[in-house]
């Protein structure tokens, strides 16, 4: 089955500065790549997402990248804000099996002032 | 357009006892999930339900958990007896069919077993 590994589990920038966040899954089969966002004592919420017949998506500041020969996504943050401070979330969904997505273990990202 | 509601948001409990969750899903959603949060981890699927039908329940241990969907809306996760290590976050998201993409997720039920 699918497996997801994140990096790093706490990552801490200046406001302005750029974030990186990134992820390896296991199952050459996975085809969606979906990132949270949860917020302290919040539901965790989608952010952005991409599919495996594309190597970037793009939303205002935030994007990902996904590499799939390496098996691996990254969610990028650029201009940070106080606001993007909170735990994210990549996940990984195979096309096979159960379909069942897999959630990495986190990312705590604080943006300090 | 109401989300995912969730209840109760907090249960204390000691351990050996009966806990209920409940989930009512946004409305025309027919995919429904629990998952389990531990602390510092990520969500973890333990049941996934199209309609009324359980098509996913391998992470559940079902020697202590059961849950049902009836008529396909809400859904209610049960665990009798509570173990110590059943200490989490119970969430519950839905969407519209499982291959669809998007999660929607409940506040979630944090369950504290002494």
């Known amino acids: 089955g699918e497996n997801v590994e994140q990096h790093p589990s706490t990552l801490s920038v200046q406001e302005g500065d750029s974030a990186v966040i990134k992820c390896t899954y296991s199952?050459?089969?996975?085809?969606?790549f979906p990132w949270y966002k949860q917020e302290l004592g919040k539901r965790p919420q989608l952010i952005i997402d991409i599919r495996s017949n594309v190597g970037e998506k793009k939303d205002q500041r935030i994007a990902v990248t996904l590499n799939k020969t390496a098996k691996h996504f990254s969610l990028h943050i650029t201009e940070t804000q106080p606001e993007d401070s909170a735990v994210y979330f990549c996940?990984?969904?195979?096309?096979?099996?159960?379909?069942?997505?897999?959630f990495g273990a986190g990312t705590r990202l604080a943006v300090h002032p | 357009e109401a989300g995912v509601v969730q209840s109760p948001r907090y249960k204390i409990i000691e351990k050996k006892q009966p806990v209920a969750f409940w989930c009512n899903p946004i409305s025309g959603h027919n995919t429904l999930y629990w998952y389990r949060q531990n602390l510092g981890q990520g969500p973890e699927l333990l049941i996934r339900?199209?309609?009324?039908?359980?098509?996913?329940d391998s992470q559940l241990p079902k020697d202590r958990f059961s849950a049902e969907r009836l008529k396909g809306v809400d859904s209610t996760l049960k665990i009798q007896p509570a173990e110590l290590g059943d200490s989490a976050v119970y969430l519950c998201?839905?969407?519209?069919?499982?291959?669809?993409?998007?999660?929607?997720f409940g506040e979630g039920s944090r369950l504290t077993v002494l």
């Open positions: 996940a990984g969904r195979s096309s096979g099996g159960y379909n069942k997505l897999i």
């Open positions: 199952d050459s089969a996975s085809n969606y």
């Open positions: 339900y199209e309609n009324e039908e359980a098509v996913d």
């Open positions: 998201a839905s969407s519209f069919e499982w291959h669809t993409g998007e999660l929607f």
